[in-house]
Antibody, heavy 120, light 107 residues
């Protein structure tokens, strides 16, 4: 059974960097063709996919175009986890952030969610 | 980006009723459509993948159909625990996109 455990700060000031980690149990971050996603949810934007990484002989990264200049998703094989970095946050980045595992089309397992608030 | 239009935005039904939620996409996505259930304070839970395949452990009163641009999620024999918000989501290509949600309330 795959489980995802999120960690990271919940309160940021504008212009700071959001950093969240998703620890994986029951699978390996380097399993071929399994997608490791970050998705956020807010009342104004609904569910919004941010990006993913997956391994297929090498690492691949897909990012939402709206995030591309600010986002980085990094796998860590030694700790079996992956992380989200979002630079230069604004109050519009306030949301619940989820990590999610996608074995082939649909995100199946999700982390517990982290409420991130951006406020001065 | 693939556009997702879900309807209705909310509905109220009685225990035992059959409920249908619709999701329309633009453009066509074959059968790369998934349905999720979300309860307050919880992460979305996958119900249906590939438009009509029931995720393991999900009650058989949930069913999905459709292909191309028009999809439906049906709940036959609504139960009190089905009170939740339901979302469609396409996995045809990235960016993955979601519908706006349908809130199902029990009368």
């Amino acid at each position: 059974q795959v489980q995802l455990q999120q960690s990271g700060p919940g309160l940021l000031k504008p212009s700071q960097t959001l950093s969240l980690t998703c620890a994986i149990s029951g699978d390996r971050v380097s399993t071929n063709n399994v997608g490791w996603n970050w998705i956020r949810q807010s009342p104004s934007r609904g569910l919004e996919w941010l990006g993913r990484t997956y391994y297929r002989s090498r690492w691949f990264f897909d990012y939402a175009v709206s995030m591309k200049s600010r986002i980085s998703i990094n796998p860590d094989t030694s700790r079996n986890q992956f992380s989200l970095q979002l630079n230069s946050v604004t109050p519009e980045d306030t949301a619940v952030y989820y990590c999610a595992r996608d074995p082939g089309g649909a995100p199946v397992e999700w982390g517990q969610g982290t409420l991130v608030t951006v406020s001065s | 980006d693939i556009q997702m239009t879900q309807s209705p935005s909310s509905l109220s039904a009685s225990v035992g009723d059959r409920v249908t939620i619709t999701c329309r996409t633009s453009p066509s996505i074959n059968t790369n459509l998934n349905w999720y259930q979300q309860k307050p304070g919880r992460a979305p839970k996958l119900l249906i993948y590939g438009a009509s395949d029931l995720q393991s452990g999900v009650p058989s009163r949930f069913s999905g159909s459709g292909s191309g641009t028009d999809f439906t999620l049906s709940i036959s024999g609504l139960q009190p625990e089905d009170s939740a918000t339901y979302y469609c989501q396409q996995s045809y290509n990235t960016p993955l996109t979601f519908g706006q949600g349908t809130k199902v309330e029990i009368k």
